[in-house]
T-cell receptor
Framework: SQQGEEDPQALSIQEGENATMNCSYKTSINNLQWYRQNSGRGLVHLIL?????REKHSGRLRVTLDTSKKSSSLLITASRAADTASYFC???????????FGKGTKLSVKP | NAGVTQTPKFQVLKTGQSMTLQCAQD?????MYWYRQDPGMGLRLIYYSASEGTTDKGEVPNGYNVSRLNKREFSLRLESAAPSQTSVYFC?????????FGDGTRLSIL
């Protein structure tokens, strides 16, 4: 079963605009991670936020986590055409600590 | 530094054939994972290996077997391929978190 559900499923914006993707998850987590997948490639880790953190920044990325609502958001500021990709959230929790992925948001940034 | 290498990149099989997907990592990670990704879906865990010599089932293990050959290598075997196993297969490794992924094996079963 999927842990996370991303919203929206697809997002199309112009270069320079901000992109916001949301993720909801079902069970308790130790941390929540965001990954990017370019077409035909593997996933690349972007950022990890721990369950005791509320917000984290990395370059143009800003991630928030609300454990009471079991939700997270990923904000990409000043988007670029190179940001075009699918973005996945993944919760890590449970005894084995394995990741459980959502279905992803497909972001298209038009030049 | 290659990271996680998967072979082959593409494969077409007939129903009932067997095949082994290979994965190797050069980052000295203890944990390795096999996922499958179907259209419009996130990744689902097939099997994982927390350390050399151990393997455990993930969410969707039926129809698959794995071998952790050594610390570097973790293979996934389909003994009798079925059309439902048509998918993109990803191998990943980690020291703790995050996970590092290969570029996948695209497998079609006719």
């Amino acid at each position: 079963s999927q842990q996370g559900e991303e919203d929206p499923q697809a997002l199309s914006i112009q270069e320079g605009e901000n992109a916001t993707m949301n993720c909801s998850y079902k069970t308790s987590i130790n941390n929540l991670q965001w990954y990017r997948q370019n077409s035909g490639r593997g996933l690349v880790h972007l950022i990890l936020i721990r369950s005791n953190e509320r917000e984290k920044h990395s370059g143009r990325l800003r991630v928030t986590l609300d454990t009471s609502k079991k939700s997270s958001s990923l904000l990409i500021t000043a988007s670029r055409a190179a940001d075009t990709a699918s973005y996945f959230c993944a919760g890590q929790g449970g005894s084995q600590g394995n990741l459980i992925f959502g279905k992803g948001t497909k972001l298209s940034v038009k030049p | 530094n290659a990271g996680v290498t998967q072979t082959p990149k593409f494969q077409v099989l007939k129903t009932g054939q067997s095949m082994t997907l290979q994965c190797a990592q050069d980052m000295n990670h203890n944990s390795m994972y096999w996922y499958r990704q179907d259209p419009g879906m996130g990744l689902r865990l097939i099997y994982y290996s927390a350390s050399e010599g151990t393997t455990d089932k993930g969410e969707v293990p039926n129809g698959y077997n794995v071998s952790r050959l050594n610390k570097r290598e973790f293979s996934l075997r389909l003994e009798s391929a079925a059309p439902s196993q048509t998918s993109v297969y990803f191998c990943a490794s980690s020291a703790n978190q995050p996970q590092h992924f290969g570029d996948g094996t695209r497998l079609s079963i006719l």
